[in-house]
Structure formats: structure tokens, C-alpha cells
């Protein structure tokens, strides 16, 4: 395949009025039931996108399997695809440089919000960890372009992929093991807010921690008093932050490796936290029962609505993790509760915590409503890059 393919050559796709509307509207996604025409289009290839009458909407990548068949790139017409990749990778890692403070770990890429869609990259200190979700950026011309800019511009110990086998298969991408890329080495040390933290690369969930978090860590952190309580712990991002704070804390998973880690992660950090083990909705049930009372208490659920079906699920789920530990808190404590579900929007979510308040028979004052960190950016017009929702409220 030659590197820079002529106008002429680029296939075109027509999408419908709402498709027009949509990427007219600031959007990037145009889903398949919106495509009036894409004859052979290869799975994964640059498009020139038209209107219904032939207009130009702009260059965008093709999936031939997604139900978001196209992702705008360009509202240009784009013939050097590698060149435009390495403009965007390098805006991106310029972008974190002005604003990312107090860590060697942030995510330097995230996809559609810079621009680059399909794309995640996470740095730990000196490891680069790549997720690539669509047939465009699976390419191998693209992957090298990527990986080697990566390479070049970083000079990290080692480059990681890290893949999801569902996401594969939805794109009929050949099945590929998470695997290093460049380097050998798969672990390190990495530290955010003054915290550190142990990282292997090839375990863990998402890419091995949750930065999104970073931010939401320090300012609980600025709250937290007495002795807390961090369900969902994970590897302790939330109770190693508030460890200083507080007399004691105790951290909740229901993952042993996660424990296993977050316990290697307080040592690191001559920290005693309590880790325990358990099912978080059966443990606050008990607790609650037996009167146990605390003065921080964050709450950091997996995302209870994967699709828009699971909503009302999710929102009893929401509800009642945050009423029992309403119940639990001592008055004049802290609560920090998070959803990172897309499909709970902020509204919905402050919503829930009041009704959870109401049947507590607690006022819930709110000291911060946060989002995901900087370096995770949310684009305007493109809804589903905003996804954390972070409370801090006091409970009296
Ligand atoms: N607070 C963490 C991230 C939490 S991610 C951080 O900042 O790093 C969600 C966590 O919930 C995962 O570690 C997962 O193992 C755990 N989990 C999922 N279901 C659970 C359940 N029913 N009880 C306890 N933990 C659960």
C-alpha cells in the first residue's frame, strides 16, 4: 500500500441527512444505519465523506463491522494519513505538557478527544501502554507509525499493547494477545501526587490504573479525616491518597490481585491500610447492620449501565451502595462517591444521591462536583467523552 494515497484513489462513503447533521453538529460518529453508500470500501480504509448529494463532510476512518461505521478525522480532504497521525500524537503529548502536574503517569492519548480515534495511550513513568479499538489504527502501516513516533519521541523502557478481546472481535480484527511492542521490561514504579504506586503492564484492569482518577484522589484527599473507608479500592488509589489524612483506612475489593498489589503499593509507601476482601454490597450491608461508622467513605463502583438497557439497574445499584454508606457516616463526614458509567449523566447521578439521602434521612452538602482529569479531556460536542462523575459532599 503506498504511504500517501491521491484524493482520486480514497473511497467514498454518502451518509444520510441525520449522518450529515450529526458531524455538522461537531460530532465525529456516524453509525452504520446512517451510511446510504460505502461500495467497496476496505474494512479499516480512509473515506472521503459526502452529504446525499455529493457534498464533501470531510476524510474519516471506515469500519466495516462497527455499528459506528465512520469516525471523522479531518473535514479536509486527507491524502497522508501517517503525517496527519503524527501531527495529532504530538498536539496530544504537547497538550498533557502544559497541563499535567504532580505524576509521571497520565494518559497522553484518549481517542476521539484528541482527534485520534481509536487510540489510547497511557504512559506509566517509563512504559507506554497502547489499546487500539478499531480496524483503522490495527492497520499495520498505521500501528507502525504510531508505535515508532511513540518510540522516538519518548524514549520509554518499553511499549505495551494492551487488547481487548471483545473489541476485536467486534472489529473481525485477527485475535492478538496483550504483548510489548518495544523493550522488554513490563514493570515499573510510577508516582502521582507524591503517592507511588507499582505498575505491571501486562496485569491489572484498563491499562493497570485508573488515572482518570488522579485529580479526584488529591482533592478527597483534602477532605478526608478520621477513619475512612474506600470500597472499590482497587490497588488503593483512593486509600493510599487519603492514608495521610486520616487515623485509619480500610480498602475493599472484591479482586485478591488487586489487593495483593495495593497492599505491595502501601509498603512502598510505609503506609498501614487495611485491606479486606469481600463482595462491597454484601460488606456495607453487614457494616451498616452492625452499626460500624465512619468519617470518609468513597465509593468507586465499576460502571453499573454498560448500554443504555442497564439504566434502571444501574441507578438502584447507585442508590443503594450510596445509602448505606450515607448511613454509615459519622455527622460532619466526608463522602466521595463516583460513577463512571457514560450512560449516568451528571443530573441523574446528583439525582440519585439525593433520593439515597432522603431514605438515609441525611443532608448532603456538596463540596466539589468533579469530572475525570485533564489529561482524560472531555470535547464539547462529542457527549460520550465525558464519562467520570466525581462527588464530594459533606453529610450531616
Ligand atoms: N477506586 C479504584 C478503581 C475502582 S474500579 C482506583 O481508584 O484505582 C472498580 C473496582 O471494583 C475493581 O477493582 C473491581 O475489582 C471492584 N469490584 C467490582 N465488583 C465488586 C463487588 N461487587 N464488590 C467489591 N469490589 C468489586
Do not use: M
Given at each position: 500500500m503506498p504511504l500517501r494515497s491521491p484524493q482520486s484513489e480514497v473511497s467514498k462513503?454518502?451518509?444520510s441527512p441525520r449522518g450529515a447533521t450529526r458531524?455538522?453538529?461537531?460530532?465525529?460518529?456516524?453509525?452504520?444505519?446512517d451510511i446510504l453508500s460505502a461500495d467497496g470500501v476496505q474494512p479499516g480504509s480512509l473515506v472521503a465523506v459526502t452529504d446525499q448529494r455529493g457534498k464533501p463532510?470531510?476524510?474519516?476512518?471506515?469500519?466495516?463491522?462497527?455499528q459506528i461505521a465512520i469516525r471523522l478525522i479531518s473535514p479536509d480532504p486527507i491524502t497522508d494519513l501517517?503525517?496527519?497521525?503524527?501531527?495529532r500524537i504530538e498536539n496530544a503529548i504537547n497538550y498533557r505538557e502544559s497541563l499535567v502536574r504532580e505524576t509521571d503517569a497520565y494518559r497522553v492519548i484518549f481517542s476521539e478527544a484528541d482527534f485520534l480515534p481509536g487510540l489510547i495511550v497511557d504512559r506509566y513513568n517509563d512504559i507506554l501502554s497502547l489499546?487500539?479499538?478499531?480496524?483503522a489504527m490495527d492497520s499495520t502501516r498505521i500501528r507502525e507509525t504510531i508505535i515508532s513516533h511513540l518510540a522516538q519521541r519518548f524514549h520509554p523502557a518499553s511499549i505495551i499493547e494492551r487488547t481487548d478481546p471483545r473489541v476485536r472481535e467486534l472489529e473481525t480484527l485477527a485475535p492478538r494477545a496483550s504483548a510489548l511492542l518495544h523493550g522488554d521490561r513490563s514493570a515499573t514504579t510510577f508516582t502521582m501526587n507524591s503517592v507511588?504506586?507499582?505498575?505491571d503492564a501486562l496485569a491489572g484492569q484498563k491499562t493497570g490504573a485508573f488515572l482518570d482518577q488522579r485529580e479526584n484522589y488529591a482533592a478527597a484527599a483534602s477532605y478526608a479525616k478520621g477513619e475512612a473507608l474506600d470500597v472499590f479500592c482497587y490497588q488503593g488509589g483512593f486509600?493510599?491518597?487519603?492514608?495521610p489524612g486520616c487515623s485509619q483506612v480500610t480498602g475493599v475489593d472484591s479482586s485478591r490481585p488487586a489487593l495483593e498489589t495495593a497492599d505491595q503499593n502501601a509498603t512502598l509507601n510505609g503506609r498501614e491500610i487495611e485491606w479486606i476482601e469481600a463482595n462491597a454490597f454484601d460488606l456495607l450491608r453487614d457494616y451498616a447492620a452492625a452499626n460500624r461508622r465512619y468519617d470518609t467513605v468513597v465509593l468507586d463502583p465499576p460502571a453499573f449501565a454498560k448500554s443504555k438497557r442497564d439504566l434502571e439497574a444501574a441507578m438502584r445499584g447507585y442508590k443503594e451502595l450510596n445509602l448505606r454508606a450515607l448511613k454509615m457516616l459519622r455527622p460532619g463526614g466526608t463522602l466521595v462517591t463516583c460513577s463512571c458509567s457514560y450512560h449516568v449523566n451528571q443530573d441523574s447521578f446528583l439525582e440519585t444521591l439525593g433520593a439515597a439521602s432522603l431514605d438515609a434521612r441525611r443532608s448532603l452538602r456538596l463540596l466539589e462536583v468533579r469530572g475525570q482529569a485533564k489529561d482524560h479531556p472531555i470535547l464539547l460536542n462529542i457527549p460520550e467523552t465525558a464519562y467520570l462523575k466525581c462527588v464530594i459532599a459533606s453529610v450531616s
Open positions: 462513503v454518502k451518509v458531524l455538522k453538529c461537531g460530532h465525529v460518529w456516524v453509525y452504520r444505519s463532510l470531510g476524510t474519516a476512518l471506515y469500519s466495516s463491522t462497527s501517517p503525517a496527519l497521525l503524527r501531527e489499546q487500539i479499538l478499531t480496524q507511588r504506586f507499582h505498575f486509600a493510599l491518597h487519603l492514608s
